[in-house]
């Protein structure tokens, strides 16, 4: 079975800030996918990417398939970027997700 | 146009009742997935249907849990014997197809708490 990773599990950021969710897998996958979720529980999918980098607006997200390993960047936080934000696994051969716990993050104007 | 709904939103029992949970897919979506959120934790995987038919149900818990999506659009997940245990967010999504990069587009969860 697939273990999802996140790091860290909470992040307090200044507005502005240069924001950096990190994600690693134990097996191999199909796809990688960034997932936010706020306050009330709506999630909303980011980013779905199974090789190099995906930009959206002020959101970019990066894997390395050799690591294991994937991070979601936010450039110029801003306070209505806090929510938590998931990523999700899904593996070779199956549509089964594996979700890590999630990133908390404030951003404090 | 309409997104993913669930009804109800929020769902309070006793312990030992039956529920029905029940999901509303995107118009068109064939892929229907249900995922339980517990407290501080990510989604889990429930289910999975193509269709009509359940393509991958190996995340159900137990025996207790089941669902169907009879005409290949609303399902309903329905919870037995309900137990303490079974309190969470179950959510409910839809993506066009199957297909490791189809976007999943969530519903807005039902919260359930068994007293």
């Known amino acids: 079975k697939n273990e999802v990773e996140q790091s860290p599990q909470n992040l307090t950021a200044q507005e502005g800030e240069f924001i950096t969710i990190n994600c690693s897998y134990s097996v191999g996958i199909s796809a990688l996918h960034w997932l936010q979720q706020h306050p009330g529980g709506g999630i909303v999918s980011l980013f779905m990417?199974?090789?190099g980098k995906k930009k959206h607006g002020r959101l970019i997200a990066t894997i390395n398939i050799q690591e294991k390993h994937s991070s979601l960047h936010i450039t110029a936080s801003h306070p209505r970027d806090s929510a938590v934000y998931i990523c999700a696994a899904s593996g070779a051969g199956s549509y089964q997700l594996t979700f890590g716990k999630g990133t908390k993050l404030s951003v404090i104007p | 146009g309409a997104g993913v709904s669930q009804t109800p939103s929020n769902k309070v029992t006793e312990k030992g009742k039956y529920v029905e949970l029940r999901c509303d897919p995107i118009?068109?979506?064939?892929?229907l997935y249900w995922y339980r959120q517990s407290l501080g934790q990510g989604p889990e995987f429930l289910i999975y249907?193509?269709?009509?038919?359940?393509?991958?149900d190996s995340g159900l818990p137990n025996d207790r849990f089941f669902a169907v999506r009879p005409e290949g659009s609303v399902s309903t997940l329905k919870i037995q014997r309900t137990e303490r245990g079974d309190s969470a967010v179950y959510l409910c999504?839809?993506?066009?197809?199957?297909?490791?990069?189809?976007?999943?587009?969530f519903g807005p969860g039902t919260r359930l708490l068994v007293l």
């Open positions: 999504a839809s993506s066009l197809t199957v297909g490791v990069l189809e976007t999943q587009y």
């Open positions: 990417l199974s090789s």
């Open positions: 249907f193509q269709g009509t038919g359940a393509a991958d």
């Open positions: 118009s068109g979506h064939t892929a």
